[in-house]
């Protein structure tokens, strides 16, 4: 478990940057206490809600990790970007029992 610590904390401050670079917009205030949104897709982006849980997933550390790499913290949607196919997210996510 200490292992996975570091990537953990990692995964929170991308995710603190990623949402201090949005504003707070309308669809930010449909969000539930303990979710956060984030856009999927390679082409068109779809609009996730999942919970916060998510962020100690591995699988879903790697994909943080690549969204920084293409977008840095300036994800041209205003809030987390994921560059995956939406059902390698939505597989990822099931099985997390995010949804």
């Known amino acids: 478990m200490a292992i996975r610590m570091p990537r953990i904390i990692q995964a929170r401050q991308i995710l603190k940057r990623s949402l201090s670079n949005g504003g707070s917009t309308p669809a930010s205030m ?21 919970p916060v849980s998510i962020l100690s997933e591995p699988r879903f550390q790697e994909l943080l990790h690549q969204s920084e790499q293409e977008f840095g913290y300036n994800h ?19 099985r997390f029992g995010a949804f």
């Open 76 to 94: 041209p949607m205003g809030g987390i970007t994921i560059p995956c196919s939406e059902d390698v997210f939505t597989d990822l996510a099931s």
């Open 30 to 50: 449909d969000i539930p206490k303990g979710y956060f949104a984030i856009y999927v897709g390679e082409q068109e982006k779809k609009r996730f809600v999942v």
